[in-house]
């Protein structure tokens, strides 16, 4: 299981005061601004005579979640130096992309900060100045939103009074690359302009809402062709895109070359431009600022980049709950502060100013402006009012409630250009990070609401395409939608309903069709067909070899019986308690959940289905040649009195499995006492419908798992440990399954931790020897101390004690698995080498805590073993790899740990001064990581190439790449 660590940082050392004597020394081009505290900054005594004055009225002088535009350029501060380098970097360079996490204030800067600077033309903060007619730009914003190139024609166009111009361009950009090149001209020249700047705001969009991948690469390469040095064009392009989004750029090869020469990233603001950006626009409106809150503010804020939505609305939540013009402590802390404001606010306006009535409605509103990530990686997105408009809403109900959430500043309200579209948008992204609630809703049912994204952009092409019956759902993928659409009906618009209608008339009428062609020549030839039928039917050969493809195949063989040699071979009895095995799993399931297919099946002459022995050795092929996601196996061994019947199943492997320990066999619970082979019976059944019903709900949670339902799979694990209470195994899953959910509710994450621990302990009182368990302790602590970890670098403050008490007791819970030596030939599972892998990443742990504390030498030497134990799992799984495709999971989390700590390595020998060691283990940390990012390429797995590689190996190449050459050009 993957835990990590924030990036290292040099030892921890005080934060210095932004303030000193009476003023804030605020350095740089502050617009003739210095703040003077006693003006400013009210004392704790006068703050006691303001509590029970009510809030004085006036324009609030933040923003809340909604970023700074050009309008609010007068109250835009903080980031002067940052948009001098910016203007400075346009000015050198035709191309520049503004990277930096969600919430850093990329937007902000741009359009705030940038582009009123560049219509200014004044010095900067650094001296210098922008391009001598830059005020004579002509300056065009836009964000790409699901058609890109509808966006860009819009905004080229705004001046043209033919409603045709933007479908003709649009035309144009798709036909020809040089399109964007040909029009800019044109605007310069009826604008009387030079040059025309394009700024291209939430750049991401075109990977996370642009569905048509010809509509993405015309609007790239038009792009690509207007900046192309070969042919020089009075053009400048400016981006600005989401860090986490970077990965998506490896696929577009000239467009990755172009942006990692050109980019400015942007980091977390310092306390200084901190307390410029707070205290310089309540200033302005004369507000003031009780003595202490802001270093309150910035201690809670820490240093994190994406913060910044955060701190602005609980500045605005706090200002509508100050005394007379004084922003009180007392305020800030009902707010919620940095972290609570945004939640707090959401949860009362959805739980206290909506009706009852109205609540269903919000819901499916915020939902639909939520842009479903694979992994989920959830963005925000611009949804059409008409989407909003369902069978049980109507326009003045939908009103109502976008008013509420407008007010409250949960939500933006606008007109898609050109015309009169209606859309809305949730403020910020923070919303969908920060907010509990919505999370759980997200989380909830997150295949089908992919699927429902899904639908919504194929019932908007349909519109455009005229309702074109081509382009309508039919077969199974109009099945698979209807069926989603019976539990989320409230979900689906007019518009999509009409789309889902009118497929259901066409497929119906194309079926009848079909079906009156296929009755002619039936008729035909019935007779010769049933004669055929029967004979190759009594011979079984219309019985599959191969499962279907299921949510999730289950089969069960035959059970065999093994004699005093320890052969085993078919039996009568074995097969008898097979068949009930099959009974009881039909009979659970298909009360359950009737999309788990079972074999054998409850077939006819011609369909019915058989699995052959299984052993240990034969299950992995078994289930593969069958293509079975569980396969259950049993034998009856008669060397013991009496006979005993002993149930394994084995897990395959999964691409879509977040985590690899799971696959391979498992015994689901104690031997079975069989006590008359002849007629086994009473003596049998009971136990082994028991055993089958825990089987059969881990099947169902290793489904919903599949799925993304983590709420699910812990339900279905709690209700197989209804049927196997001692099972060690079922604790297990439970046990992961805490894990998992614990990432998805980070409000109740120490408590279900505490579960997690609970059940793995339970295993292991139940088996002392099932190492298995011991990895999930490991994983628990492992996941606590990182957390403190993380907490402690954020704030700045001293690690809790506890995290390397932690982290102690997760080597010593890896050490207790690795010593029981666990068969990778009966569990199907290279279990010593994985575990092997975790107790090295432990030690990297223990050292980072160290390294944080001070202790470099203690640091280096919980390093060096951390990669000694790597390098030997590396050695054994890249020699396995060969005959294990699936080993390749373990190798790519091999190469991401190694590269974290020789990261680690290389900031302990900074704080050493040795630069040269330094280097050398960043060196070494890239070539893991580009062995890391390279297992994406080889493999079709969904947890490489999205849990490992897209949220951890790319960024932190990219991240230790830019150290190296930092370090390097320092030395």
Known sequence: MTDKSESPKKPRAKNKSASTGDNYDLSGDFRGAVINIKSTIVSN????????????????????????????????????????????????????????????????????????????GERLADGSLPPTDSGQWDIRILTPSAHPLDALAASLTREAESVSAITTLRADLLQDPNSLSLVARRVLAQENKKHLLLVIDQFEEVFTQCRQDDERRAFIENLLHAIDPANPQPITILLTLRADFYSQLAFQDHLRELVSQNQEFIGAMSREELTRAILQPAALGNWKV??????????????????????????????????????????????????????????TVFRQRLSSEQQPIARMIFIKLAEMGEDSLDTRRRAAFSELI?????????????????????????????????????????????????????????????????LTEDTNDWIKLGRDSGALYRGARLKQTLEWVKSDADLISLAEQEFLDASRKVAQKEAGLTQGLVRARWVQALLAIIVIVVILGVNGAFARRVMPDGVFNIAVAEFGEMDSQGEIHSSKAGQLMSGWTVNYLWDELNKE???????????????????????????????????????????????????????????????????????????IGE?????????????????????????AF????????????????????????????????????????????????????????????????????????????????????????????????????????????????????????????????????????????????????KGSILLY????????????????????????????????????????QVYEYLGTVYQWQGSAFEAKLDNAAALASYQ???????????????????????????????????EIQQRYAELFRGN
């Open 290 to 347: 009780q003595e202490g809150l802001m270093d309150i503010i910035l201690d809670d804020l820490g240093s994190e980049p994406g913060a910044l939505p955060l701190l602005s609305h609980a500045l605005l939540e706090t200002w509508k709950r100050r005394r007379g013009r004084v922003l009180t402590v007392s305020g800030y802390t009902a707010a919620g502060g940095v972290r609570g404001a945004i939640a707090q606010t959401a949860e």
């Open 593 to 667: 959940d009737s999309n788990l297919v079972v074999w054998p099946n409850k077939g006819n002459l011609f369909t019915r289905t058989s699995v052959p022995l299984v052993e240990p050795n034969t299950a992995e092929k078994t289930a593969a040649d069958i293509n079975a996601d569980l396969l259950l196996y049993g034998y009856i061994d008669t060397r013991t009195n009496p006979p005993q019947l002993i149930l394994n199943f084995w897990i395959a492997p999964q691409d879509k499995y977040k985590f690899e320990d799971i696959q391979g066999s498992t015994q």
């Open 924 to 958: 070494k940390s890239i070539d893991a990581f580009n062995l890391c990012v390279s297992q994406a390429d080889a493999s079709p797995d969904l947890v490489i190439q999205d849990d490992i590689v897209k949220k951890y190996c790319q960024p932190k190449l990219e």
């Open 853 to 892: 504390e001070g202790e470099v030498d203690s640091a280096l030497t919980a390093f060096d073993e951390s990669i000694h134990l790597l390098e030997i799992s590396r050695s054994n799984f890249e020699a396995s790899l060969s005959e294990h495709e699936s080993y390749r999971r373990y190798l790519a």
């Open 45 to 120: 005594a006068e703050v006691k005579d303001l509590e029970n004055l009510p809030p004085e009225p006036g324009d609030p002088p933040f923003q809340g979640l909604q970023y700074f535009d050009e309008k609010d350029a007068a109250r835009f501060f903080g980031r002067e130096t940052l948009v001098a380098k910016v203007i400075g970097r346009l000015a050198a360079s035709r191309f520049l992309t503004v990277i930096g996490a969600s919430g850093s204030g990329k937007s902000s800067m741009v359009r705030a900060g940038v582009i009123p600077a560049l219509r200014r």
């Open 390 to 454: 369902t069978r049980s809403t109507d326009t003045s109900t939908i009103d109502a409630v976008l008013s509420i959430l407008t007010d409250a500043r949960l939500v933006t309200t606008g007109t898609l250009e050109p015309g009169d579209t209606r859309v809305v948008e949730v403020a910020h992204e923070a919303l969908i990070r920060e907010w509990p609630t919505l999370r759980d809703w997200l989380n909830q049912n997150r295949a089908g609401l992919i699927l429902h994204r899904q």
């Open 671 to 695: 031997p079975i006492r069989v006590v008359n082979l002849n007629d086994p019976g009473i003596s049998v059944q009971g136990e082994l419908e028991r055993q089958s019903i825990s089987a």
């Open 698 to 845: 881990i099947a169902m949670g290793l489904a919903q798992e599949q799925l993304g339902q983590t709420e699910d799979a812990l339900a279905a694990f709690l209700k197989a440990e209804e049927s196997a209470p001692q099972s060690e195994i079922v604790q297990f899953f439970i046990g992961r399954e805490y894990l998992f959910l614990a990432e998805f509710k980070p409000d109740q994450q120490e408590a279900l931790w505490q579960k997690a621990e609970d059940a793995f302990n339970k295993a292991v009182e139940f088996n002392a020897g099932y190492a298995k368990a011991y990895f999930g302790l490991g994983s628990v602590y492992m996941k606590r101390s990182a957390d403190l970890l993380d907490a402690a670098i954020v704030s700045g403050q001293a690690v809790d004690s506890q995290s390397i008490q932690l982290a102690e007791q997760a080597i010593l819970a890896y050490q207790k698995a690795l010593e029981l030596k666990t068969d990778p030939v009966q569990s199907g599972n290279p279990l010593e080498n994985i575990t092997r892998l975790s107790l090295g990443n432990a030690f990297r742990q």
